[in-house]
């Protein structure tokens, strides 16, 4: 079993033992003998199993068991403790199980809001907070349903909870030692690029676009969605103004996967603000980077790019032969893009396509009619890619896969979920239940280019109650804080980082590093044993445990980030910074 389905089990086993000794302690209140056994039966077959997901998970890493080994197993304990011996021998009136019953329910209630209200790191506050809330909700339960606890029995209970929960929230509130962070960077002049080859202006604004026959409300960049294709040639200079029109929220371009220079990144409050209506910013780089590209807004994205603040960067060497084909797939108001087309290819021509992922969640990719190679991912080449056919291919939020291949005589078909987007003619297949690439083990291995690492950073993926703002949220954390409370990663230029991601949650969290490409390393232990692979974009699925690296070479203040959108805007984001 996966780490991430054993994450699964544990919480749904978890639910199961805590409903049954809450179960088991409203029918013994109620006098019904068999329910009441039933349910205890039910709720100790749970905990038993639970004791052997918590071992799993703990040998997965501690990240996934930390706050299920400190708090739900010593609750666990004295649940079985208190309500096993009660009902070794069960008494003659049921009733008086009723409240150690109810304490094992109680305890069991307090690990499970720790998984899921506190997540990871496991911390000495929230283990009281729990202890508060099983101390005080019993000590009520035993003056309802009786016998009366003598009055020092009831005060000591009682001063267990006020001093848990003092002591708890004390914990809880004390803000975290956050190391300083150097703020010594500045907007960077643009003029050392050298004069500009390539110009282009963007004006972003609101608009109705037509899609399937529908009009759609949108915002976009010069009235159609996706924007206008940018393309260039390794070596030209760009220069592209951004303008808005009447964005209220602002805009801006962030050049995604394109290691542009700080200056350059588009991120609204890190390196520029935020370009109200009426007004402009001019991006200028080098385009030295050949391969597939995306641009889109980074203002409140969340918004702005599901609304259709997007379009494609295409770099490419020159000379270019054959037919090239850019298809960025996203979803606006609820409808896919793009719509289907068809074009003619004459048998034997190179065919490239650009498959560009401009959603927050994963797509799958499948070409029929042909085999193919995958050339490129996140616009760099692979080494030794070898031929694949009957293959899907998934792409993760934000990344880019290039499929190349030469044509045939006969109809060839790519299909995203199942759906036909672009093809040469008609193509019936059913593509659902062919294998999926792993890239991991795809294309001519190398050796890693470093043998040391000079930094180190564990990123832990959750979910978690965030008391910090002006209203509690459930946001989506790292390493137990929200954005904006998640301490930044500070390196030094030179430095060779290494990142660990782990993901703890239940849903896949697609991670993106501005500003440089990362070397992935192992996934869940396995080294990558194929290609070497820089991404800016992979996607980390529940129980994930990804090794990456990286050398520091591009100074500045970048945005790391969940590419689900609505997981970056609920707090899934922190800051890479340079000393």
């Known amino acids: 079993m996966s780490t991430g389905s054993l994450l699964a089990a544990d919480l749904v086993i978890a639910v199961l033992a805590t409903a049954g000794w809450l179960g088991g302690g409203a029918a ?7 329910l009441t056994l039933g349910f205890a039966a039910v709720a100790l077959l749970a905990t038993l199993a639970r004791a052997v997901t918590i071992v799993a998970l703990a040998r997965a890493g501690w990240w996934f068991a930390a706050e299920k080994v400190v708090v739900a197993a010593p609750l666990s304990l004295a649940a079985l403790l208190v309500a096993g011996v009660r009902l070794l021998r069960p008494p003659a009136d049921i009733r008086s199980a009723a409240v150690a019953l109810l304490f094992a329910g109680y305890a069991g209630s307090g690990a499970l809001l720790v998984t899921l209200l506190h997540g990871y790191p496991v911390s000495p506050g929230a283990a009281l907070l729990a202890v508060a809330g099983v101390a005080a909700a019993t000590t009520v339960s035993w003056r309802v349903l009786g016998p009366r606890p003598s009055p020092v029995v009831s005060r000591a209970a009682v001063g267990v909870a006020v001093a848990a929960l003092v002591t708890g929230t004390g914990l809880a509130a004390a803000p975290d030692a956050v190391r300083e962070v150097p703020h010594e960077h500045e907007y960077r002049d643009t003029g050392a690029v050298g004069e500009p080859t390539r110009r282009f202006t963007l004006t972003a604004g ?4 037509r899609v399937s026959g529908r009009d759609v409300a949108a915002w976009a960049f010069d009235g159609q969605v996706p924007g206008p294709e940018l393309t260039a040639d390794v070596g030209d200079v760009l220069e592209v103004t951004l303008r808005n029109r009447d964005i209220a929220r602002g805009v801006t371009l962030h050049w995604h996967g394109y290691d542009v220079p700080n200056g350059q990144d588009g991120v609204p409050g890190v390196t520029q603000e935020a370009v109200p209506p009426g007004q402009e910013f001019v991006y200028r780089f080098r385009a030295d980077q050949a391969g597939t590209y995306w641009y889109h807004t980074h203002a409140v994205s969340d918004v702005g790019v599901r609304m259709g603040l997007y379009g494609v960067l295409v770099v490419r060497p020159a000379p270019v032969t054959g037919v090239d084909v850019t298809v960025p797939v996203h979803t606006l108001a609820g409808l896919t893009l793009p719509q289907p087309r068809t074009e003619q290819v004459e048998a034997g021509v190179p065919v490239r396509l650009r498959l560009i992922n401009t959603d927050s969640t994963t797509h799958r990719y499948a070409l029929a009619g042909t085999a193919f190679r995958v050339a490129a991912i996140d616009g760099s080449d692979l080494r030794g890619p070898t031929p ?7 792409i993760p939020a934000g990344g880019r896969y290039d499929l190349v291949f030469t044509a045939p005589a006969t109809p060839v078909a790519l299909f995203v979920d199942g759906r036909a987007v672009w093809s040469t003619g008609p193509v019936s297949t059913a593509t659902g239940s062919w294998p999926v690439l792993d890239p991991l083990g795809y294309g001519a291995g190398a050796p890693a280019p470093w043998a040391r690492f000079d930094r180190e950073f564990t990123v832990v993926l959750d979910r978690g109650l965030d008391l910090r703002g002006l209203l509690p949220r459930y946001a989506h954390t790292v390493n137990g804080a929200a954005a904006p409370d998640i301490p930044a990663q500070v390196v030094r230029l030179g430095d060779i980082v ?8 239940l849903v896949v969290h697609p991670w993106h590093l501005h500003g440089h490409h990362v070397l992935v390393l192992a996934r869940n232990g396995a080294p990558a044993t194929g290609s070497p692979l820089w991404w800016d974009s992979f996607d980390v699925r529940p129980g994930d445990v990804w090794e990456v690296a990286f050398r520091a070479d591009n100074p500045g203040a970048w945005a790391n980030h969940c590419h689900n ?3 970056a805007d609920a707090g899934m984001m922190l800051h890479l910074m340079y000393r």
């Open 498 to 505: 290494k990142f660990t991601v782990v993901n703890r949650s």
């Open 388 to 394: 694949a056919v009957e293959t899907a291919v998934l």
């Open 206 to 209: 609101t608009a109705t676009v």
């Open 565 to 567: 959108l609505p997981h």
């Open 28 to 34: 013994s209140a109620a006098r019904r003998r068999r």
